[in-house]
């Protein structure tokens, strides 16, 4: 038994780890896809050719050798589009992958905020940071859906039964969609808002959560931090704000643990 543990190199647990990380950066990419269940399908094959093997099945056996000895082709044509994916990802820089995914969720975040506020459609959008809203979570319907413009403008529209309540996004994705949100108990807040902005202001009053609202009322569109209300003109103030937030030199590479908290 120590005799292995005698003759365990640094580069073994080196080799180790790179082939880890190698394993989950493959099933990061096929994760949610078709290819999926056909690599289970592959898997299951694999194991029934050991078990006519170890039956002495050589019809079944000749059959099973036949298809998996071309099994490295198959690979290749069935999962073609992801090695390209991967391959792509490889030959990019990590900090500009991370940038360029940031820039990109916060343009779906941005472009349906303005979206719902031309039509007066009311929404209440929260991104998490380093403060958890578990307890809120618990509150909502849970989708862990991939965040698009798409979602969050089909949550919000009248018709939907999560409008009501608020969207909690989180590492990147939309987490939660019909929150409660604590209500704001400071006498001095205008009584012209309403339980959105009320909402939106309770919570980042507890938490260092950024939130957006959008009032159907007045078309107008804010964003709350630390119990403070800002009003937002455009697209453009509103990117810059957000930009000055998340996208600062001292959060430039580390966006994920401010952003989408890890």
Known sequence: MFEIFELFRWQDALDI???????????SII?????VQMLLGIIVLTAVY????ILDLSTLMWLLRT???SLFLIIIIVFQQDIRRALTQVGKSPFQKTADTM???LEEIISAVFYLSKRRIGALIIMER???????VELGFDLDANLSKELLISI???????HDGGVIINKGRVQTAGSILPLSQNPYISKRFGTRHRAAIGLSEETDAVILVVSE??????????????????????RTSLRAIFVSKDQSLNWKSAFFKS
């Open 130 to 136: 380093d403060t958890g809203l578990g307890d809120y």
């Open 67 to 69: 298809f998996l000895s």
């Open 156 to 162: 919000f529209m009248p018709v939907s039964p999560l």
């Open 217 to 238: 009322e007045t078309q107008n569109v804010s964003l709350v931090q630390h119990g403070a209300l800002t009003a937002v003109n455009d697209e453009i103030a509103l």
């Open 17 to 27: 780890l790179i082939v880890a990380f190698v394993v989950y950066q493959l099933i």
């Open 50 to 53: 050991f078990m006519a093997s």
């Open 103 to 105: 820039e990109k969720d």
């Open 31 to 35: 994760r949610g896809t078709r290819s």
